[in-house]
């Protein structure tokens, strides 16, 4: 086992909440690595990812692993007619996400802290379910992947979606070389440099360089419920909006 493994292995250990300690520990410094991983395109994707979620006529969404709630307070801005929920089991990350729906002056977000595999919420409650950079760390080696998707699966509505902004694998292999060299020495050393936590910062660089290919990330979304999933690759191929419709 490599070093980058034995380190984000050990933190996805933390506290028996995979991840809940490392995401406590690096909610200043999340966002400026999110801008670096991706040469500043996050945002844009994001939005790409808003407008899908818009063009439902959505009346309730969820930014699931909203973070520092970049994605929930976009929803809430370009929605305003919309009820916008952001859920994260980091009270940290959700501070600075109060934060920011304050200072853009959006009222139609509420922020809630708790665990994705079992979410306060009624069965067919939410129109869409986005998820942005949160969710290959609920499928990536991680035990409760299964209780996360059909979990996700239960509070979206019949013939709802989930809209998932994520790394992805390039499919040419001499991109996916250059990209996995960027990850693994690039990413990994910034990050050593701007935080604290050195295994936070290998794990989202390892994860990344290690996640699932579109089509092994369609099978297993279809084998825990969904329906129709559709990708739409960006980056060459280093990143994928992801969206995934629950059977009506």
């Known amino acids: 086992m490599t070093t980058d493994e034995k380190l984000a292995q050990a933190e996805m250990k933390a506290h028996g909440k995979p991840l809940q300690k490392m995401f406590n520990q690096v909610p200043e410094k999340y966002d400026l690595l999110n801008r670096i991983m991706t040469l500043g395109m996050d945002e844009p994707w994001r939005k790409k990812a808003v407008r899908y979620i818009k ?23 370009e929605i305003p007619e919309c009820e916008v929920t952001g859920y994260d089991f980091s009270a940290p990350m959700l501070e600075g996400a109060k934060e920011k ?33 949160a969710f290959r760390n609920m499928t990536f080696k991680n035990k409760n992947t299964s209780y996360y998707l059909k979990e996700i699966l239960r509070v979206l509505k019949p013939g709802g979606k989930l809209v ?9 292999k001499f991109v996916r070389f250059f990209f996995h060299l960027y990850l693994k020495y690039i990413i990994a050393a910034i990050g050593s440099r701007i935080g604290t936590n050195k295994g936070a910062y290998h794990y989202l660089a390892y994860s990344a360089k290690e996640f699932y290919t579109t089509e092994e990330l369609t099978r297993l979304l279809q084998d825990h419920g ?5 990708h739409h690759q960006m980056f060459l191929g280093a990143a994928a909006i992801t969206i995934a419709q629950k059977p009506s």
């Open 55 to 77: 063009s439902e006529n959505p009346e309730r969404v969820m930014d699931l692993g909203t973070g520092t709630g970049d994605m929930a307070v976009r929803m809430a801005a």
């Open 101 to 133: 729906a304050k200072k853009q002056n959006v009222d139609n977000v509420k922020f809630i802290e708790g665990d994705a595999a079992e979410m306060p919420f009624e069965t067919g409650y939410f129109d869409a379910v986005g998820i942005s950079f």
């Open 164 to 172: 998932a902004v994520e790394s992805s694998q390039p499919k040419s």
């Open 226 to 230: 969904f329906g129709e999933v559709k």
